[in-house]
Structures are given as C-alpha cells and as structure tokens.
C-alpha cells in the first residue's frame, strides 16, 4: 500500500486546481522532512463555517496521518463526480493539515526534532496536571516536554485556524491520535481543567446527531478528556479558550484517539515493532481503520454545514447541558477503575480550578449559529 507522504504528494500534484496549499513551515534536509502544509478546499468567505482536520501532531501515531490523507483522497476523488459535495464546500471551508508534526513524522518521534510534545506546548496550564505525562519542563530528553515557548509548529497552526476560523459562525475540528486504550474515543475539551466546557450541550446535541444518524457504526466513546488524565498545554483547550474570548462563533475542537491497544491485542508480535504501539501492523486491519473513521469525518463535513439544523436551540440549550452533566457524571460513576480514579482527581482539582481561574464566559446566544 502506498504510503502516505507519497499519495500526498501524488495528490497536491494531481489535484494543483482544486486544493488550495498554503506553506507553513518550511522542510528540512534532515530525514528528508516534508513542510508542515495546510491545504485548503471550499469556501474563501471569512464567515463561512469551518471544518478542520488535523493529523500527525505526534509523529510517530502514523495512522492518524494515513486517516487524514485516506479523507482526503476520497474527497477529491467524489469531486470529479459529486456535485452535492461540490455545492457543500462552496458553502462551508476545510481546513485539512495531515501532518502538523513533520520533524517527528519523520523520525518517528512523538516529539518535534526539537524534543517538544505539541499537545503539552500550548499557553494554558492544568490547575493539577498528570505528574510527568501531563508535561514537563524538566528536560527535552523526557517525553511529554512542554518546551519554554511554543514550538513553530504550534504556532503556525494556531495561526492558520485563527486566520480561518476568526469569523466562522462555527468550526467543527478534529485531530487524529493513537495510542490510549482499546477503544476508540473521541474526546473533547478540557483536559487541563475538570469542569464542563461552557459548549457541552452543542457536543451533546452533536452526539446525539451521530448515534441516530449512523445507529450500527462502531460505538465511539465521546468523553470530555480530563477524565483520563488532565495536562498542561493542549492547543484544542488553549484554541477553544480564545475562541470563547473572541465571542464570536466557538471552535468545538475533537480528538479522535483510536483505540490501539486493540490492534496489539489481535497481533501480539506487534508489540515488538518500533510503532507496533501506536499503529496497525496488518494491511487488513490498516485498511479497515481507513474504511471505519471516514463515517465520521464525513459526518463532521456534513454537521459543519448543517449546524442550524442541529446546534441546540436558546431555549433547549440549558436543559440539554444539564443533560450532557448528567450524562457524563453518569459515565463517571459507572464503576470501572479508571472512572473512580478520575472522578477522585477531579474533586481535588475541581477546587484548585475555580480558585485559580473563572471559567471563560459563554459567547453571546444571538450570536451562536442557531
Ligand atoms: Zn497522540
């Protein structure tokens, strides 16, 4: 099977007409590194909805790149043919970034060349992050290193989806990882505080609209992050926090983990290769990963440009967060160990985050999309 980098560049050459490349860090020399690149599809309007999709921020979880590119290779194939799609992207933008961490791709790195972890690099600090996994400024020979600044590669992409997303009524993101687990999840902000975001009845309602639109699709876990370990810098929580700040349309950012610990369990031998952690070793099982998560990425496209049919209602909104609360409180208290042991971390930190910092305020409702 070809390998990523490869049909990327197959299709920026094909495909020079209709993708929109913008350049944001130049290559390297060094492993041959490509250019951390954005490409562009649909609508230039500034208040067009947003859609963006992100891969590879750790680079050695390689099959979030391949999820990224297989995307991106149906889309421009439908667009030869499907004027549906053609009309949706003239009405809505995409975003598409599918390898955010070149250096560290690579190499098969998690971290940038620089030795920084992308998702611990941001502005923004966990009132009680996860000793050492939840970043670390000790030494960049130790994973999960925060960096003093943040990395060129971070800021390129903050910049890039602030340029685009600034005047969105809504952006709907989601950024591809592996590694956590053995199912797959999709998480949402925050992971540095353990509160709900002011958002939860908009990724309630969004969750509601993919189980009763695709009721027989593999079961996802939709959880906010911090139930699992709250860290410092994550640029979902940092990008989503200004977004709230701007009082404009929200950036409601997702991160899908797949569930790799799945993959080794089927092929034990794989844990013995340098990614048999965090990639699928078997071309069938590869190609099944491609296949399963294009179900939601075309759903992210299609709810992007349909959001007023599903975003809540000004006045449903406050009975669907206290659904959502409920909801995931019960998902808390549902008895496994990991459960117990954040719902713990969150009491103690629940304190130190409503000492430390107010939770952002909510945009305005006449200006949400609904
Ligand atoms: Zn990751």
């Not at 999709?186 to 002011?198: L, T």
């Not at 709230?244 to 844990?271: C, D, F, H």
């Not at 954040?342 to 952002?360: D, F, N």
């Amino acid at each position: 099977m070809e390998n990523a980098l490869s049909l990327l560049e197959r299709m920026l050459s094909q495909h020079a007409g209709e993708l929109r490349v913008e350049e944001l860090l130049p290559g390297a020399p060094q492993h041959e590194t490509p250019p951390q690149r954005a490409l562009l599809l649909g609508s230039t309007q500034p208040h067009a909805p947003s859609c963006v999709v992100v891969g590879g921020i750790h680079g050695n979880e390689r099959i979030g790149v391949d999820v990224v590119v297989a995307f991106l290779q149906t889309l421009l194939a439908r667009l030869e043919w499907d004027d549906y799609l053609r009309a949706m992207l003239e009405a809505i933008r995409l975003v598409i970034v599918p390898i955010a961490n070149p250096s560290g791709y690579v190499a098969g790195t998690r971290a940038t060349a620089a030795g920084i972890d992308l998702m611990r690099n941001a502005p923004i600090d966990a009132p009680q992050a996860h000793w050492l996994a939840g970043g670390q400024r000790l030494s960049r020979h130790l994973p999960w290193y925060r960096g003093r600044a943040m990395a060129p590669e971070n800021a390129a992409l903050a910049e890039l989806i602030e340029r685009w997303t600034a005047d969105s009524p809504i952006t709907l993101s989601v950024d591809c990882h592996s590694g956590f687990g053995a199912v797959n999840r999709i998480w949402f902000p925050w992971a540095h505080r353990p509160d709900p975001m002011p958002h939860l009845a908009e990724i309630y309602a969004l969750r509601t609209l993919f189980r009763q639109t695709y009721p027989h699709h593999i079961a996802y876990r939709i959880e906010p992050q911090c139930q699992h370990y709250m860290i410092h810098g994550d640029l979902w929580d940092y990008l989503y926090a200004r977004s709230l700040a701007r009082g404009r349309g929200p950036l409601l950012p997702l991160t899908l983990e797949m569930g790799s610990w799945l993959w080794v369990r089927k092929n034990p031998w794989q844990i013995f290769s340098r990614h048999g952690l965090f990639n699928p070793q078997v071309p069938h099982r590869r190609r099944r990963i491609l296949r399963q998560h294009l179900v939601f990425l075309n759903f992210l496209l299609a709810a992007t440009a349909n959001a007023p049919a599903w975003l809540p209602r000004r006045r449903e909104r406050d009975a669907l967060h206290a659904d959502a609360c409920n909801y995931w409180r019960a998902h808390f208290e549902g008895g496994d160990e990991a459960a117990d042991a954040s719902r713990g971390t969150s009491r103690v930190a629940g304190g130190a985050a409503s000492a430390a910092e107010a939770p952002p305020a909510l945009p305005p409702k006449d200006e949400r999309a609904a």
